[in-house]
């Protein structure tokens, strides 16, 4: 059974396209982040959820918005696409946010490469 | 804020050569300490953790001791294998979210 499944896992479009990412967990956690890796692999968080409310919004563009309709799904919807928003998108998740959920690993899924033309 | 600092690369070594992946932390408080690894393709899988001083991580051969008078977490391996090819990222999680090193890509040839 796979724990973080993201969808589509290729994603190519023009510029000013908008596109969505699906993210789905069956880990029962409760946090859900996203994540956006570079051509260089540096990895960066985008945004966080617990139990659907937002928690990390980092400084990320308003073109890009995600979505929590519950505690399994988070999706990324992004508008107006540009050339800079090609990178790798993975969907991660956990149990709780911080304190006594330190030790707590996240698990991600495999990644949605999104390819601007 | 907390960081992470990990040895630049690209490494690349020989079958059954020993390797050494230097990490080092900044934070405030007592993180939980964590290696990850992608392969070529694909998301990034726990390796190993450690939650407090001193604690040694260990899997698939992998080993890391998290060291809080040095503020390091250092992963080493006795003998690679070219599977172990792929990009090793050390992490921290104290008070937020996963704080990721750089990545460090080894290239294991045969």
């Known amino acids: 059974d796979t724990a973080v499944s993201q969808t589509p896992k290729y994603l190519v479009t023009q510029m000013g396209n908008d596109k969505s990412i699906k993210c789905e967990q069956n880990?029962?956690?409760?946090?859900m982040y996203w994540y956006k890796q570079d051509s260089k692999k540096f990895l960066k968080i985008m945004f966080s959820y617990n139990n659907k409310e937002l928690i990390i919004n980092e400084t990320v563009p308003n073109r890009f918005s995600p979505k929590s309709p519950d505690k399994a799904h988070l999706n990324l919807h992004i508008n107006s696409l540009e050339l800079g928003d090609s990178a790798v998108y993975f969907c991660?998740?956990?149990?709780?946010?911080?304190?006594?959920?330190?030790?707590?690993?996240?698990?991600f899924g495999d990644g949605t490469r999104l390819s601007i033309l | 804020g907390d960081s992470v600092t990990q040895m630049e690369g690209p490494v690349t070594l020989s079958e059954e050569a020993f390797l050494t992946i230097n990490c080092t932390y900044t934070?405030?408080?007592?993180?939980?300490l964590f290696w990850y690894v992608q392969y070529p393709g694909e998301g990034l899988q726990l390796l190993l953790k450690a939650t407090k001083a001193d604690d040694k991580g260990s899997n698939k051969g992998f080993e890391a001791t998290y060291r809080k008078e040095t503020t390091s977490f250092h992963l080493e391996k006795g003998s690679v294998q070219v599977s172990d090819s792929a990009v090793y990222f050390c992490?921290?999680?104290?008070?937020?979210?996963?704080?990721f090193g750089k990545g460090t890509r080894l290239s294991v040839i045969a």
């Open positions: 991660a998740s956990s149990q709780g946010v911080t304190g006594t959920y330190s030790n707590q690993p996240q698990h």
């Open positions: 934070a405030t408080g007592y993180p939980s």
């Open positions: 992490a921290l999680r104290g008070n937020t979210p996963l704080v």
């Open positions: 880990l029962g956690h409760d946090t």
